[in-house]
T-cell receptor, first 114, second 113 residues
Framework: AQSVTQLDSHVSVSEGTPVLLRCNYS??????LFWYVQHPNKGLQLLLK??????LVKGINGFEAEFKKSETSFHLTKPSAHMSDAAEYFCVVTLNTNAGKSTFGDGTTLTVKP | KAGVTQTPRYLIKTRGQQVTLSCSPISGHRSVSWYQQTPGQGLQFLFEYFSETQRNKGNFPGRFSGRQFSNSRSEMNVSTLELGDSALYLC????????????FGPGTRLLVL
């Protein structure tokens, strides 16, 4: 079984300041972890994924996330927020089996203030 | 490559009717998953098809069904629509499974009156 918890439903930052979106997971087996972004009225787009290679994962648009097994966390960060980053972000955990299915977090809405 | 396409993009139905949604995956992708997204429940997994077989299923009633064709295109059917079925239905495709990147379509927004 697996579960994922996004610790903040809303995060608000000023443009140019760092972004931190928190995600904790639980998984019986070695998981794959993903971050997706959804802009209003759009489908989801992959930001980055962790699949048991390097623990620090770099994604698109300057985002990165660090897999910390001891803390069961996979927090998403960006050094400097841009207005275009305003969107909803989903953390996803998947078991590393062909029969494994994805579990999505409840999402974090990121607001970027000018 | 063309992305995942979903048709129709918007749909209005009344209670008791049935609806069929279509999803065309990225060429070469054999896994197609369906999700329901609502403000109250978030993103919930409906089912996954791989090579024309349902491989995974979420916790939805039997009114929700799907199928996949030999060209990997998938359809989702909801019978006896209820007001609570109003949602954005998202389809995602991947090469072979969930541990790979899922590519999402723009969704079909269903409104049940």
């Amino acid at each position: 079984a697996q579960s994922v918890t996004q610790l903040d439903s809303h995060v608000s930052v000023s443009e140019g300041t760092p972004v931190l979106l928190r995600c904790n997971y639980s998984s019986s087996y070695s998981p794959s972890l993903f971050w997706y972004v959804q802009h209003p009225n759009k489908g989801l787009q992959l930001l980055l994924k962790y699949t048991s290679a390097a623990t620090l994962v770099k994604g698109i648009n300057g985002f990165e996330a660090e897999f910390k097994k001891s803390e069961t966390s996979f927090h998403l960060t960006k050094p400097s927020a841009h207005m275009s980053d305003a969107a909803e972000y989903f953390c996803v955990v998947t078991l590393n089996t062909n029969a494994g299915k994805s579990t999505f977090g409840d999402g974090t809405t990121l607001t970027v203030k000018p | 490559k063309a992305g995942v396409t979903q048709t129709p993009r918007y749909l209005i139905k009344t209670r008791g009717q049935q609806v069929t949604l279509s999803c065309s995956p990225i060429s070469g992708h054999r896994s197609v998953s369906w999700y329901q997204q609502t403000p109250g429940q978030g993103l919930q997994f409906l089912f996954e098809y791989f090579s024309e077989t349902q491989r995974n299923k979420g916790n939805f009633p039997g009114r929700f069904s799907g199928r996949q064709f030999s060209n990997s295109r998938s359809e989702m059917n909801v019978s006896t629509l209820e007001l609570g079925d109003s949602a954005l239905y998202l389809c995602a495709s991947s090469l072979a499974g969930f541990q790979e990147t899922q590519y999402f379509g723009p969704g079909t927004r269903l409104l049940v009156l």
